[in-house]
C-alpha cells in the first residue's frame, strides 16, 4: 500500500473511530452522571424544597413557606452567633492541626527507620469512632473521677476538682484538645507523604554546603511544602465546619450555648424541635456561611502555590 493509499484509509477510518471514541466516553460517563445526580443534585435539589416549605420529620413539604423559613433563620441571634462561633472553632482548630502535623511529620521524617511504627501509631487516632474519642476526652475531663482531675490533685495544683467541661472556656478548649488528637495525625501523614518526595540531591547539596538544620527548613524544605500544607489546610478548614460529633457528647452545645456550633444547631431544630423547613435553611445559609470563609482562603492558598511552585 502507498503512501497516499495509507492516508486515505486513515481518513475513511477516522469517523468510525471518534464515533467508537464518543460512544465509549459516552458510556464510561452514564454511571458517573448518575451517581452525580444521586449523591450531588438530588440531595441539594430536596434541600431547597424542604427549604422553601413547611416541613416537620412526619409530614415533608406540606405547604410553600417561600422564604419564611430564611427569614426566620437570619433573624434568629441564636443561628448567627453560632455562626460566627463555627469559625471561631474552625479557624484555630485548622492552623494547631497544620502547625503540630508538620511537626509530627518532621519526627517522623528524621526518625526514618522507626517511620512505620510511627506512622501505624498515628492512624490509631484516625480509626477511632468520633463519636468515641468525644466519651473517651469526656471521661478525661469529667469533674468527678476525671483522669485529668486526677492527674492535678496527685501533682498538688488543685484542691477541689475543676468542671472544665461546666466552664465556658474550658469547654471550648476541651472541644479543640479532642478534635486536633483526632485530626493532627491525618495532617501529619499528608505532610510526610509530602516530605518523603522532595529531593534528597537538594537537601544534600545544602547539608554540604554548611546549612544548618533550620536553614534547610527555612529556605528549602518549608517553601516546597507550601502548596501542600495550603492544601492541607483548606480540607483541614471545611472539615472543621462539619464538627458535631465531639460537641454532642462532650457537651452538648454547653455551657448553655457557648459551645454549639452551627451544625449542632441545625441537629437540634430537625431532631429536638422537628422543623426541618427550617434546619434545611439554616443548613443552605450555613453552607453559604462557609463558602465566604474558605473563598479567601482558597484565593491565598492559590497565590502561595503559584508563588512557590
Not at 471545611?238 to 452538648?252: E, I, N, Q, R, S
Amino acid at each position: 500500500m502507498t503512501l497516499a493509499e495509507s492516508i486515505d484509509t486513515a481518513r475513511a477510518e477516522a469517523p468510525a473511530r471518534r464515533r467508537r471514541w464518543r460512544l465509549g466516553t459516552a458510556s464510561l460517563a452514564s454511571p458517573l452522571v448518575v451517581a452525580l445526580v444521586l449523591t450531588t443534585l438530588y440531595p441539594l435539589a430536596a434541600l431547597v424544597a424542604l427549604s422553601l416549605s413547611k416541613s416537620t420529620l412526619g409530614k415533608p413539604l406540606r405547604d410553600w413557606a417561600g422564604i419564611a423559613n430564611f427569614a426566620r433563620v437570619l433573624g434568629d441571634p441564636a443561628f448567627l452567633a453560632s455562626l460566627w462561633r463555627s469559625a471561631a472553632f474552625a479557624l484555630p482548630m485548622a492552623a494547631i492541626e497544620l502547625v503540630l502535623g508538620l511537626a509530627l511529620a518532621l519526627l517522623f521524617h528524621r526518625l526514618v527507620k522507626a517511620g512505620r511504627m510511627f506512622t501505624s501509631l498515628a492512624l490509631l487516632p484516625l480509626m477511632t469512632p468520633p463519636v468515641m474519642v468525644g466519651v473517651a476526652w469526656k471521661l478525661i475531663f469529667a469533674a468527678d473521677g476525671g483522669l485529668l482531675n486526677g492527674w492535678l490533685h496527685a501533682a498538688g495544683l488543685i484542691d477541689a476538682p475543676m468542671s472544665f467541661l461546666g466552664s465556658s472556656a474550658w469547654a471550648a478548649a476541651a472541644v479543640v484538645i479532642a478534635d486536633a488528637w483526632q485530626w493532627t495525625p491525618f495532617v501529619a501523614l499528608l505532610c510526610f507523604a509530602a516530605m518523603k518526595g522532595l529531593s534528597e540531591e537538594v537537601m544534600e547539596a545544602a547539608r554540604l554546603d554548611g546549612a544548618t538544620t533550620w536553614q534547610r527548613f527555612r529556605h528549602i524544605t518549608l517553601p516546597l511544602l507550601v502548596p501542600t500544607l495550603a492544601a492541607v489546610f483548606l480540607l483541614r478548614l471545611v472539615m472543621a465546619f462539619k464538627l458535631f460529633d465531639l460537641v454532642y457528647v462532650l457537651t452538648f452545645g454547653g455551657p448553655g450555648f457557648d459551645t454549639t456550633t452551627s451544625g449542632f444547631l441545625i441537629w437540634r431544630l430537625a431532631f429536638e424541635q422537628f422543623d426541618v423547613g427550617r434546619a434545611a435553611a439554616a443548613t443552605l445559609v450555613f453552607v453559604g456561611f462557609v463558602s465566604l470563609v474558605v473563598w479567601p482562603a482558597s484565593r491565598a492558598a492559590k497565590r502561595l502555590e503559584a508563588r512557590y511552585t
